[in-house]
C-alpha cells in the first residue's frame, strides 16, 4: 500500500535555527515521485519540488534543500537559517507512475511556528 | 497565483442542503482534482478527470458527485451536507495528469454547514 508518514506533527523553532522536516514513504513501485508542499495560514497550498524514484541527488533551492534517500524511503526537507515566513504547513506527497492517473498520497503535514 | 481559480471562497449552508463548487484549471491543463481538507483528516484525494472523464475515485462519499466540462471546468456537488462536511475544499490541475506532474493547487473553497 503507497503511504506517507510525517511523524512530525508540529515543530518550534527560533528565527535563525535551521529546521528538518520527515518524510517517509512506502510504495511497491520502483518508478514514483515525490513532491512537497507548503500551506501558510493563509491556506493556498504551494509546490516546492517534485523529485523521482531515479534522482538521489540532493537538491538545493536558496535557505531550502531536500534530502532524498531510497534505502531508507524517505524525503527529509531542511530549512536554513529559518524565518518568521517559513511558518506553515508542510506537506510531502507521493505519486505513482500509472499513465492512467495522478493519485497524490499526502502525508499529514507537519506545522511549522518560526517564532521571532 | 497557481492559475487555478476557484469559487466561491466561502459558503455557509445548513444540514440538509445541496452546494455547487467551482474550478478553472490552469490554462492547458487537462486534469483537474478535488480534495477534501479537514482538521482530523488531513488532505483527502476524492477525485480526478481528465479531459472530461472520470479517471480516478478516492474516498468520495457517494453523496458527492463531480463533473468536468468542455471547457475543461469542474464542479464538485455535495448533497444532503452534514456538519461532518464541513471543510476546506481544494482544486487542483495538472498538465496531463501523469504521474511526474505537479498539481497546482486553487484557493479553496470553505465550506460550513450548520
Known amino acids: 500500500a503507497q503511504k506517507v508518514t510525517q511523524a512530525q506533527t508540529e515543530i518550534s523553532v527560533v528565527e535563525k535555527e535551521d529546521v528538518t522536516l520527515d518524510c517517509v514513504y512506502e510504495?511497491?513501485?520502483?518508478?514514483?515521485?515525490l513532491f512537497w508542499y507548503k500551506q501558510p495560514p493563509s491556506g493556498e497550498l504551494v509546490f516546492l519540488i517534485r523529485?523521482?524514484?531515479?534522482?538521489?541527488q540532493n537538491e538545493i533551492s536558496g535557505r531550502y534543500s531536500w534530502n532524498f534517500q531510497k534505502s531508507t524511503s524517505s524525503f527529509n526537507f531542511t530549512i536554513t537559517a529559518s524565518q518568521v515566513v517559513d511558518s506553515a504547513v508542510y506537506f510531502c506527497?507521493?505519486?505513482?507512475?500509472?499513465?492512467?492517473?495522478?493519485?497524490?498520497?499526502f502525508g499529514s503535514g507537519t506545522k511549522l511556528n518560526v517564532k521571532p | 497565483d497557481s492559475g487555478v481559480t476557484q469559487t466561491p471562497k466561502h459558503l455557509i449552508t445548513a444540514t440538509g442542503q445541496r452546494v455547487t463548487l467551482r474550478c478553472s484549471p490552469r490554462?492547458?491543463?487537462?486534469?483537474v482534482y478535488w480534495y477534501q481538507q479537514s482538521l482530523d483528516q488531513g488532505l483527502q484525494f476524492l477525485i480526478q478527470?481528465?479531459?472530461?472523464?472520470?479517471?480516478a475515485k478516492g474516498n468520495i462519499l457517494e453523496r458527492f458527485s463531480a463533473q468536468q466540462f468542455p471547457d475543461l471546468h469542474s464542479e464538485l456537488n455535495l448533497s444532503s451536507l452534514e456538519l461532518g462536511d464541513s471543510a476546506l475544499y481544494f482544486c487542483?490541475?495538472?498538465?496531463?495528469?501523469?504521474?511526474?506532474?505537479?498539481?497546482?493547487f486553487g484557493p479553496g473553497t470553505r465550506l460550513t454547514v450548520l
Open positions: 487542483a490541475s495538472s498538465g496531463r495528469g501523469l504521474a511526474y506532474n505537479e498539481q497546482f
Open positions: 510504495t511497491r513501485d520502483t518508478t514514483y515521485y
Open positions: 523529485r523521482n524514484s531515479f534522482d538521489e
Open positions: 506527497a507521493l505519486s505513482e507512475a500509472n499513465r492512467n492517473f495522478n493519485k497524490f498520497y
Open positions: 490554462s492547458g491543463d487537462l486534469s
Open positions: 478527470y481528465y479531459n472530461g472523464e472520470e479517471r
